[in-house]
């Protein structure tokens, strides 16, 4: 093989590789291209699902006010229905009381007590 040759089937091969190089260049700078779409994409994501999380955290802080109101109303309803029932306790035990004496009363008059009215319904 000659010199020139040898010369010329480097240079092919050179050019051949040089080639190789640039289009490995050429997909690598796509993909670049391409990663830096997907990060600016990601990021604007982030910042919708940042905003959305903020969001949700103001509303369970105004969740939380209303609950803490709920509960405290809540508790003075529940003490007002014990001083209820206990108000009505008191009263039929009084009740109870009026019944035997007028009981004993109208037994020491001879008198027939009255019927007790019947519900209508």
Known sequence: MSEMEELRRRLEALEARVDEVM?????????????????????????????VIRALR???????????????????????LGALVSGQVAMMEHLGTLTSQVGAITDHLGVTPPEPPREQG
Do not use: C, F, I, P
Not at 58 to 80: C, I, P, R
């Open 23 to 51: 289009a490995e260049h050429t997909t690598t700078r796509n993909l670049a291209v391409g990663s830096d779409s997907d990060v600016a994409a990601l990021q604007v994501q982030r910042r919708a699902d940042m905003q």
């Open 58 to 80: 103001d509303t369970q802080l105004e969740h939380g006010k209303v609950l803490e109101a709920h509960t405290k109303t809540l508790e003075e309803h529940g003490k007002l």
